[in-house]
């Protein structure tokens, strides 16, 4: 089971950046994908995720409205859509994979730096 995640870079506030989290060595459809974020001096939130087990969505307050999560059509991967960027979004973003979106999440893609900055 592998994660990778990327798709992070620098912008600017009010922009956009579309993370991927491709998986290999098992099917996602019987898994949830999560994205979380952990900035400096912060704890790890989780940020969104995806089942495709049992359907379930899920975003975190700090990001509803803003931030879409979606399967490719390929279904091998997971993107996280990030709009309207604040500085606050800045932080090192993973994926992982869950048997549903819940947790525990038992596999973790490396992270991928999203810096938001003027």
């Known amino acids: 089971v592998q994660l990778q995640a990327s798709g992070g870079g620098l912008v600017q506030p009010g922009g956009s950046l579309r993370l991927a989290c491709a998986a290999s060595g098992f099917s996602l459809d019987y898994y949830a994908i999560g994205w979380f974020r952990q900035a400096p001096g912060k704890e790890r939130e989780r940020v969104s995720c995806l089942s495709s087990s049992d359907g379930s969505l899920y975003y975190a307050d700090s990001v509803k409205g803003r931030f879409t999560i979606s399967r490719s059509s390929a279904k091998s991967t997971i993107y996280l859509q990030m709009n309207s960027l604040k500085l606050e979004d800045t932080a090192v973003y993973y994926c992982?994979?869950?048997?549903?979106?819940?947790?525990?999440?038992?596999?973790w893609g490396q992270g991928t730096q999203v810096t938001v900055s003027s």
């Open positions: 992982a994979a869950s048997s549903n979106c819940r947790g525990p999440y038992n596999y």
